[in-house]
């Protein structure tokens, strides 16, 4: 079956689940951010092992399931955990969760992630706005033939993080008061993490933040010509600047400890871009 056809019964059979619910926004829950969507009203809960096609992820932190909801009145998707490159998945199977989101008619995807911070000014706890990427993956997820009825051959990636969506984010950022830092997210493949040397030329290349995931999401909606806003939480100094070694439990556990902040600027964020 092609791609194209997947994503069609994928979507039918979350329709199935919940039935009517038509959601305007779409968001990705990165390291130890998933819980944002336990606070949804009228939840269905689908676990991606029910869902035909849906990787479901082997990290420990990502729950693997999408969650529907009211948020702010207004219907929205979260995906609790997503897949990364380096679990073994190919691919089309990493930016299969963000399609089928884009294929059920959101007007906008968030994509959210833990990084490492690159910029000198960032600490961790910071959230940053992304501007823009640098995808230093090694791979595209649009390898391969092209189905124009997804999109083109070529997409255009200039304003890929688009301009109106971080303007909104910051007026809400601005409004409850959190602080937002803005820069450039280079994606690696991991999953170890960077060496000092890999971090010294990250940021010599303009990166501030610095990942393993997001950008294969990314290019998929920019592909099927749906807006994207990406946050970054800053979980930790990236390799080299903090002197310590980098390890998964403090980005759990900054992530863990932002939680509510984050909370507060996505419940202002997505029911806002739903309005516009
Ligand atoms: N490097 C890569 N990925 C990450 C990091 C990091 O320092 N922190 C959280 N995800």
């Known amino acids: 079956m092609e791609l194209y056809e997947q994503l069609h019964e994928t979507a039918a059979a979350i329709r199935a689940r919940a039935p009517g619910f038509n959601p305007k926004v779409g968001i990705i829950l990165g390291s130890g951010l998933g819980g944002f969507a336990d606070g949804f009203e009228e939840k269905v809960s689908l676990p991606y092992r029910e869902l035909p ?55 906008a995807l968030v994509v959210t992630n833990a990084a490492g911070g690159i910029n000198l000014e960032f600490a961790p706890g910071d959230l940053m706005v992304i501007t823009d990427h640098l995808n230093l993956s090694g ?37 409850r008061n959190i602080a937002l830092r803005q820069g450039v997210y280079a994606i690696l493949s991991g999953p170890s993490y960077e060496t000092p040397a890999e971090i010294r030329m990250l940021r010599t290349l303009g990166a501030d933040a610095v990942g393993m995931s997001t950008v294969p999401e990314v290019i998929a909606a920019a592909h099927m010509g749906v807006p994207v806003a990406g946050i970054s939480c800053i979980t930790n100094l990236a390799a080299g600047i903090g002197h310590k070694p980098l390890s998964h439990g403090e980005v759990a556990e900054t992530a863990n400890r932002v939680k509510d902040v984050f909370a507060a600027l996505l419940s202002d964020f997505l029911p806002r871009i739903a309005k516009v």
């Open 53 to 107: 096609h849906f990787p479901a992820s082997t990290v420990p932190g990502h729950a693997g399931r999408l969650v529907l909801g009211k948020l702010g009145g207004e219907p929205v998707v979260a995906m609790q955990g997503r897949v990364h490159y380096y679990e073994g998945f190919t691919p089309a199977q990493v930016a299969f969760p963000a399609r089928v989101l884009c294929t059920l008619g959101i007007k």
């Open 139 to 175: 791979w595209n997820v649009l390898t391969g033939p092209n189905d124009d009825r997804l999109g083109p051959r070529f997409p255009d990636m200039s304003a890929a993080y688009n301009p109106q969506l971080r303007a909104l984010l910051l007026e809400c950022a601005q409004r």
